[in-house]
């Protein structure tokens, strides 16, 4: 089910943020989507195996989201904040290169393993969480 979910997501958001046109990266981009949502079904299921009450589960889930989302703004480099790499008078031009802006930003992007180790990443961090629910459901 996640990944008929997960597919029909990242076609309809490929297409909005207009990405390079290429089924690899399309591949690449519904990849991550796909291991994002099942690290989050992990967690989920992880909580629930830990805490009997579906109601308290519900605003422990919630919570564990809400406060991943509220602090993974202290990751962001604030030098990086200002996004001025586009001209401001409405164009769809950029005078930079995707490239050029994160080798400004200090983002590796030199080999195919960057991109890959942080999707290993979060592969290991679900393949966790569900043995940690096998664990505690035995």
């Given amino acids: 089910m996640r990944v008929i979910a997960s597919f029909i997501f990242a076609i309809f958001a490929y297409r909005l943020t207009d990405f390079q046109r290429s089924i690899n990266r399309f591949l690449i981009f519904f990849l991550t989507i796909f291991i994002n949502s099942i690290f989050g079904s992990a967690v989920c299921f ?8 579906f109601a308290v589960v519900l605003t422990a889930v919630i919570l564990c989201f809400i406060m991943m989302m509220a602090l993974s703004d202290f990751l962001v480099d604030l030098e990086n904040i200002n996004l001025t790499f586009c001209l401001s008078n409405n164009t769809h031009i950029c005078p930079m290169t995707g490239e050029k802006v994160l080798t400004e930003r200090n983002i590796p992007h030199n080999t195919n393993w960057d991109i890959w180790k942080n999707l290993l990443f ?11 629910t096998y664990i505690r459901l035995l």
């Fill in 46 to 53: 992880f909580i629930s195996a830990c805490i009997p009450v």
């Fill in 122 to 132: 979060i592969s290991i961090m679900a393949l966790v969480f569900f043995i940690m």
